[in-house]
């Protein structure tokens, strides 16, 4: 059953037919099982990892680091919650060590970012202090690679 | 493999040893050369990992450099290396070799398997070896001074070599039986049986066996059966293996040899005077690869799995039957409903269809009828190369069931 689903995680386009071969499991038994995931959020949602800057489309990504003060009865959750709604927020992490949240946030340029900053998220209450990282450059997301070129191309084309 | 029609090289080169002139070439250079003249192909007929070799083993190698690891080993290989050996084949097929006396680190499996020739054979001596089997198998027991000695085998017998078969070939002059499960290029395994049976025949007729296991870790559901620890087994084989298909390392060059002391002394004598040590960066990185490199080979393994259920089933589906191979990264369909032979079939492939297998006839006449199509290979050029072969076959307007 993992098996189907560490495939998906790889391949969203995999059909239940080919994922029916490489597990050996009806095709039924895999449409199922999918379709229960989706229904059950086990599958989140389908999407696509696209090398923006290829196509000249350069956004502005920033880490954020925020200290918060927790509240009585619901912790960091309720902060986070606030903040996470923010469609600029890309992803967020609540992370042990000096800081409380880990913000990643996408923008069109630095003024997008920086207004984010100063007029959402420094002005909340619970906000104690942000610490802003602005990335330049991207090596790894995601468990791909961006830059390395590809690696399978290397071998002759016939050995016995 | 031999292909005794070429062998009568013209106007032969006095200043070259008959042997090596008499030697053909690989039987199907005329396709490699074709291939090379075709663009865009996708190729099947690679005899190699996909993978690179994982980052830790590859780090380790790099570390080796960094410290300076660049001179001789011992012509052994590192004693760590051996101890780690030693324990892992202890540890997974419950056999044990003495770190010090038993075993030889070699350039490869194939250096391992050249020196077990060179080290058993008197002129004349004859070796017995499956057919398909690999290519240098009947080349580097002619070049030890060896006679082959090819036992036919077919999907019938799953492609091992049965004991009648060879009891039928047996001479005075038989030495050894030499065999490699998982085997290239049919991916037939041995099961317990055929192996428990192969070793009374050995012990019958006082023959060694030299066991070439470098797929033994590429099999699917099924154990692997290493052959010297099977019951008195250890003292009459050579195992032959090494890391290029487990652990993806097959540009490192490293394998290894592990047999009682006596074969160890003949097989390190000549590698002493030939190769003196492995690459001892890839000593090194071997030795990370046997500590840590459980987790890889099981994601490799997986994902070779799926490919291999993949490329079945479609060859299946598309009239080639195909047989199911539990081991090594090969499948062997047959291609004898389209009425092509193997060379045919593989260079109208080619230039039609721009997808690339070996003929069987490389590997032995047994293979005649066969293709080797090789499945570490990305899902999606699987997919394409079958949806190409399919076509092919439909195209050809060809009998097939």
Not at chain 1, 116 to 140: C, D, G, I, M, W
């Amino acid at each position: 059953m993992k098996e189907i689903f560490e495939i998906l995680e790889q391949n969203a386009r995999a059909t239940p037919e080919q994922i029916s071969t490489m597990v050996d499991k009806p095709v039924k038994e895999v449409e199922k099982t999918i379709k229960q995931a989706e229904k059950d959020g086990t599958i989140v949602k389908y999407k696509t990892i696209i090398n923006w800057p290829k196509l000249g489309k350069e956004d502005v990504w920033a880490l954020i680091e925020v200290r918060v003060a927790p509240q009585r009865g619901v912790g960091f959750d309720a902060i986070a919650e606030r903040i996470y709604q923010f469609p600029e927020v890309y992803s967020a992490y609540l992370v042990s060590g000096t800081y409380d949240l880990a913000i990643l946030m996408r923008g069109k340029n630095m003024q997008e970012i920086s207004s984010f900053v100063n007029e959402k998220l420094a002005p909340l209450e619970q906000v104690q202090s942000t610490v802003t990282h602005f990335l330049l450059k991207r090596y790894k997301e995601n468990g791909e690679t961006f830059h390395l070129p590809k690696e399978t191309n290397r071998r002759l084309p016939v050995t016995l | 493999m031999l292909n005794t029609k070429s062998t009568a090289t013209k106007a032969r080169d006095s200043l070259i040893s008959q042997k090596v002139a008499t030697l053909p070439p690989s039987g199907i250079r005329k396709f490699f050369d074709l291939l090379s003249s075709v663009e865009d192909v996708i190729s099947l007929s690679i005899g190699e990992p996909d993978f690179v070799t994982p980052w830790h083993v590859r780090e380790a190698g790099i570390y080796s450099l960094e410290k300076g690891y660049t001179m001789y080993t011992s012509n052994s290989g590192m004693p760590e290396l051996r101890r780690e050996l030693a324990h892992y084949l202890e540890v997974r097929y419950g056999v044990s070799y003495h770190p010090e006396h038993e075993i030889l680190i070699t350039t490869g499996s194939s250096e391992g398997l050249d020196l077990a020739m060179r080290a058993i054979i008197n002129p004349g001596d004859e070796v017995i070896i499956p057919d398909p089997c690999y290519v240098a198998y009947p080349a580097d027991i002619i070049l030890a001074g060896g006679v082959p000695i090819l036992v036919p085998t077919n999907e019938e017998n799953n492609f091992v070599i049965r004991t009648t078969d060879i009891e039928a070939r047996i001479t005075k002059q038989t030495k050894a039986i030499l065999i490699g499960y998982p085997a290239n290029p049919t991916g037939a395994i041995m099961s317990k049986k055929e192996a428990d049976a192969i070793a009374a025949l050995a012990k019958k007729y006082d023959l060694l066996v030299i066991s070439d296991e470098i797929y033994a870790r590429l099999v699917y559901g099924v154990e692997h059966i290493c052959f010297p620890s099977l019951p008195g087994m250890k003292e009459r084989t050579i195992l032959i293996s090494g890391f290029s298909k487990s652990h993806a390392m097959t540009g490192w060059r490293i394998g290894y040899v592990a047999a009682e002391r006596r074969f160890i002394q003949a097989l390190t004598k000549i590698h002493q005077y030939t190769m003196l040590s492995a690459p001892t960066m890839a000593q090194m990185a071997a030795i990370e690869a046997l500590r840590n490199g459980e987790v890889e080979i099981e994601r490799m393994v997986q994902e070779y799995n799926r490919r291999r259920r993949l490329m079945v089933k479609r060859l299946n589906e598309i009239g080639l039957s195909c047989f199911e191979p539990k081991g090594a990264f090969y499948a062997f369909p047959s291609i004898k409903a389209t009425g092509m032979n193997s060379e045919e079939f593989a260079e109208k492939l080619l230039v039609e269809e721009e997808v690339a297998v070996v003929p069987g006839t490389a590997f032995g006449p047994c293979g005649e009828g066969f293709v080797r199509c090789c499945y570490a290979t990305s899902l999606p050029d699987i997919e394409e190369a079958l949806r190409r072969m399919d076509r092919f076959i439909r195209k050809s307007g060809l009998n097939t069931v």
